[in-house]
T-cell receptor
Framework: DGGITQSPKYLFRKEGQNVTLSCEQN?????MYWYRQDPGQGLRLIYY???????QKGDIAEGYSVSREKKESFPLTVTSAQKNPTAFYLC?????????????FGQGTRLTVV | AQKVTQAQTEISVVEKEDVTLDCVYE???????LFWYKQPPSGELVFLIR??????QNEISGRYSWNFQKSTSSFNFTITASQVVDSAVYFC????????????????FGKGTKLSVIP
């Protein structure tokens, strides 16, 4: 079955550590996205990538980094510079055509700082 | 800048009641796309519908219907005869068309409306 796989589902991080969230898709989509969800805040865009080896900052990129070495993979690193990383992180992908095709989402990773 | 407002933070209804979720948007583009997503407790966002700015026809899909009105910049979602399985957070989202490669396809989400259907 085609879809988006995020791992792990739950992640605990000690303060000062970097952690990497995995996102893999087998939908052959060119575009991939990372969103952060906080209670009552909706979803906010962290980074997006329209094509391999290229990515752009979203609205809240500070303290995060990404890479796009393969079309199928778009990992997100939460660095120690991110002051409040506890949140629910969602990865998505889409065909970046001009007709507003819908984005497909993974099941999310819940990150908690301990 | 684009913006999506979902004024209803939480709604509770009794099973079999009808319920309407409101969505108001702001954009300067003449070409844009509106979406509704459902987020059940499992966390994954499930796509429900897409509507482009040139198509103001209302749409019905089973118990779900959507009312798009450009005059009021609204894209409301109605669930008829609600069921417990409809309990979820519902997000309205907007995407501006932009130009190819310009990176304008990312979605701007509202803050969501949490719907609780009580048996």
């Amino acid at each position: 079955d085609g879809g988006i796989t995020q791992s792990p589902k739950y992640l605990f991080r000690k303060e000062g550590q970097n952690v990497t969230l995995s996102c893999e898709q087998n939908l052959n989509h060119d575009a991939m996205y990372w969103y952060r969800q906080d209670p009552g805040q909706g979803l906010r865009l962290i980074y997006y990538s329209q094509i391999v080896n290229d990515f752009q900052k979203g609205d809240i990129a500070e303290g995060y980094s990404v890479s796009r070495e393969k079309k199928e993979s778009f990992p997100l690193t939460v660095t120690s510079a991110q002051k409040n990383p506890t949140a629910f992180y969602l990865c998505a992908s889409s065909i970046p055509a001009g007709d507003g095709t819908e984005a497909f989402f993974g099941q999310g990773t819940r990150l908690t700082v301990v | 800048a684009q913006k999506v407002t979902q004024a209803q933070t939480e709604i509770s209804v009794v099973e079999k009641e009808d319920v309407t979720l409101d969505c108001v948007y702001e954009t300067r583009d003449t070409t844009y796309y509106l979406f509704w997503y459902k987020q059940p407790p499992s966390g994954e966002l499930v796509f429900l519908i897409r509507r482009n700015s040139f198509d103001e026809q209302n749409e019905i899909s089973g118990r779900y219907s959507w009312n798009f009105q450009k005059s009021t910049s609204s894209f409301n979602f109605t669930i008829t005869a609600s069921q417990v399985v409809d309990s979820a957070v519902y997000f309205c989202a907007l995407s501006e068309a932009g130009s190819p490669g310009a990176g304008s396809y990312q979605l701007t989400f509202g803050k969501g409306t949490k719907l609780s259907v009580i048996p």
